[in-house]
């Protein structure tokens, strides 16, 4: 399975935008890059994924680069509300079973 | 829409006895839940992946055993923790993703909010 790679722990200030990096770089061809974030005590939110093209929602926007062994989730304009735990997993589909590895997540602390 | 709910939320029993968890995608189909096991300033870890009609692929040190899987329909899967012990205390995790929505790896897995599990 692909692992990744992230910082523990990332401050940033309110209103500005955060950049959150993520490495894989054993990921594989088939294989999507899926961000996704906890607040304590409560399951993961699906935030944003992608496969080699950097997408943007609502949320956030995603950049892989081109090689795809690393990405970067943004989050344009900061809010308290987004102090939480950003998880970057690899998640594809080979010999016949999901593969789903979860990295080491970057405690993200907004500061007012 | 794609919302998953997991019951109960919070559970604690005596060591010895069985736990049912359920999830439930509510508003579509999931042709495969995980689930997942969460210490305390951990990350999740994947216990097992559940797929409807056909036995669960536990990952490596998992007792299938030990963490029964049971994924009868599309819409519901069960993990019961047999005879629970205090080691066994933790936060668990589903997630499902919605079936026929184009290559696997492109599906979201959407999270339930999790089970706390507490082993007197």
């Known amino acids: 399975d692909a692992k990744t790679t992230q910082p523990t722990s990332m401050d940033c200030a309110e209103g500005r935008a955060a950049n959150l990096p993520c490495n894989h770089s054993t990921i594989s061809g088939n294989e999507y890059v899926y961000w996704y974030r906890q607040i304590h005590s409560q399951g993961p939110q699906y935030i944003i994924h992608?496969?080699?093209n950097n997408e943007t929602n609502e949320m956030a926007s995603l950049i892989i680069t081109e090689d795809r062994k690393s990405s970067t989730l943004i989050l344009p304009h900061a809010t308290l509300r987004d102090t939480a735990v950003y998880y970057c997993?690899?998640?594809?589909?080979?010999?016949?079973?999901?593969?789903?590895?979860f990295g080491t997540g970057t405690k993200l602390q907004v500061i007012p | 829409g794609a919302v998953v709910s997991q019951h109960p939320s919070w559970v604690i029993c005596k060591s010895g006895t069985s736990v049912k968890i359920e999830c439930r995608s509510l508003?579509?189909?999931?042709?495969?839940m995980f689930w997942y096991r969460q210490f305390p300033k951990q990350s999740l870890m994947l216990m097992a992946t559940s797929n409807e009609g056909s036995k669960a692929t536990y990952e490596q040190g998992v007792e299938k055993d030990k963490f029964l899987i049971n994924h009868a329909s599309l819409t519901l899967s069960t993990l019961t923790v047999t005879s629970a012990h205090p080691e066994d205390s933790s936060f668990y995790i589903c997630?499902?993703?919605?079936?026929?929505?184009?290559?696997?790896?492109?599906?979201?897995?959407?999270f339930g909010d999790g089970t706390r599990l507490s082993i007197l």
């Open positions: 997993i690899v998640r594809g589909y080979s010999g016949g079973y999901q593969k789903v590895t």
């Open positions: 508003d579509f189909q999931a042709t495969t």
């Open positions: 997630s499902a993703s919605e079936a026929g929505k184009g290559a696997i790896g492109n599906q979201p897995q959407h």
């Open positions: 992608g496969l080699k």
